[in-house]
Structures are given as C-alpha cells and as structure tokens.
C-alpha cells in the first residue's frame, strides 16, 4: 500500500485505539490504530511511501 496520511509525530502522547496511519491499498482507506497508550518515539514512513505487510511504520514507547 502507499501511505496517505501520518496522524502522529515523535514525542506525542496518543492514546489506545488512537488513529495514527492511514494507508491506501488496492483503493480501499485504511486505517491504522494504535494497539496501546504511550508516546511515540520514532515515526518510520512519510506520506506517498509505498509499504509492504510487516514493515514497521511507528514505534510507540508504553506507557508506564
């Protein structure tokens, strides 16, 4: 898919269930969730980046 939008920067709070990827694949709008409350620590795509099933797109440090 390529990537439509990114919701989130480093060193934002985001919540779980929060909208953080938006990603188009084969015209279909998908959106990705985080699966757990924290902060973002690295954002690894930008908009128009084509990605594959398994890459890493955001890593989120948990909330402690």
Known sequence: GVI????VQPDQKIKEDEPVIII???KTE???????SG???DVTVKKG???NQGDVLCVVEKKL
């Open 30 to 36: 998908i959106t990705v969730t985080n699966n757990k």
């Open 24 to 26: 188009e694949a084969m």
């Open 39 to 41: 902060k973002v620590h």
């Open 49 to 51: 980046q084509l990605v």
């Open 4 to 7: 439509w939008g990114v919701m």
